[in-house]
């Protein structure tokens, strides 16, 4: 059977079904297995060794890597569907939501994710240009790729960081620990501010134009709303932006879905079982259940593990709908 996408959700489903005695090819397009554990989470936050000698470990056990192969590109899904009895998609969320407020077309404002990939991609010796980075950075976002943006961007050299959300830290996704974080490591927080303007002066970042918000309940119950506070602005002198404001399901398809269906949001429409709307195609991870953490995704790759096991045994047939 075939894995696609070596993040935590792939490599889960792969140890699992090799030990089960299935042969096993884990795609990857990256040179190292992995996936956010190694080019996306930082080494203060894992043990990036204690992931390598897991991957050892299965390639040990026989797994094999196909890496530096993006499906889709270098080799088309609905072939690996072709030849393969099952197929599991683990491709994660590799592409970051942007805000495409204007200015937003300036060279110096950049999607953090892609950026703090390309950091690591240097850092392990993947890439040979280090990524660029600002005297005066500002972040834009409340996750944990905001979080880490800051602290690679001082790493890099910034002199100043702000890190600017549109609601409170209590609200924010990275919480209150990741935001103290985050000044731990010198940013100046902003909270209840939205850029709405990249502000450039020949073809150059200058400053970001920021519209203040202000909470109200949400109607249907859960984190409050922003909403901007009419006429209220401030600007912040910047010559870089890294823009943190959400990642983007990225399933590995050419042109072509092969009748697998995605939901609203562009995730893989999964049942309880991971199955696709295509046999015999599952999906795992946060390609199926949207950008989340470590634990979760390693959790869905093994349910889909467990999935694959009993459909091969004939066990599990195929969702009618
Ligand atoms: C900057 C950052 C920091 C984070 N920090 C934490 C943290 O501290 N704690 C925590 O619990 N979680 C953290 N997360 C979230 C966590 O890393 C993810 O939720 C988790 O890795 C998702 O696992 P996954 O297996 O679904 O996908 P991923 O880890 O995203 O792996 C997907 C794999 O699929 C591959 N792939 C994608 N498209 C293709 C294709 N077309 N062809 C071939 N291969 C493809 C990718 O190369 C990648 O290896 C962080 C995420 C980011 C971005």
């Known amino acids: 059977m075939v894995v696609v996408g070596a993040g935590p959700a792939g490599l889960f489903a792969a140890g699992y079904l090799r030990c089960r005695g299935f042969e096993v090819v884990v795609v990857d397009r990256n040179p190292e297995p992995g996936g956010f554990l190694i080019f996306g989470v930082l080494e203060k936050h894992i043990d990036k060794e204690g992931v390598r000698r897991g991957v050892e470990e299965l390639r040990r056990l026989g797994v ?50 892609e950026w703090i990939v390309w950091y690591h991609m240097w850092r392990y010796g993947y890439r040979g240009d280090r990524p660029p980075v600002g005297e005066r950075v500002v972040v834009v976002g409340g996750g944990l790729t905001a979080v880490d943006a800051v602290i690679v961007a001082r790493w890099l050299g910034a002199r100043e960081v702000h890190l600017v959300y549109r609601r409170t830290r209590e609200y924010a996704p990275a919480g209150p620990r990741g935001f103290r974080e985050a000044e731990e490591a010198g940013a100046v927080v902003h ?69 697998i269906r995605l939901r609203p949001d562009g995730t893989i429409d999964v049942d309880e079982y991971k199955r696709t709307t295509r046999e015999p195609v599952f999906a795992a991870g946060d390609v199926a259940h949207g950008p989340s953490l470590i634990g979760p995704a390693a959790k869905s790759g093994l349910e889909a593990a467990r999935a694959i096991e009993a459909y091969l045994a004939g066990r599990l047939g195929w969702r009618t709908s």
Not at 64 to 90: K, P
Not at 91 to 96: A, F, L, P, V
């Open 64 to 113: 094999v890597f196909r890496l530096n192969t993006v499906v889709g590109r270098d080799v088309l899904l609905g072939d690996l569907i072709g030849e393969s009895d099952a197929v599991l998609i683990a491709t994660g969320t590799w592409r970051s939501r942007r805000l495409g407020i204007p200015g937003s077309e300036l060279p110096q404002v950049m999607p953090a994710m």
């Open 191 to 259: 909270e209840l501010v939205q850029p709405v303007e990249y502000i450039g002066e020949a073809g150059r970042l200058v400053a970001v134009r920021l519209q203040r918000m202000r909470l109200e309940p949400s109607p249907g119950g859960g984190r409050p709303r922003p909403v901007p506070v009419p006429g209220e602005y401030l600007v912040l002198e910047a010559d870089m932006v890294l823009e943190a404001v959400g990642l983007v399901p990225t399933p590995p398809f050419d042109g072509g879905s092969y009748g």
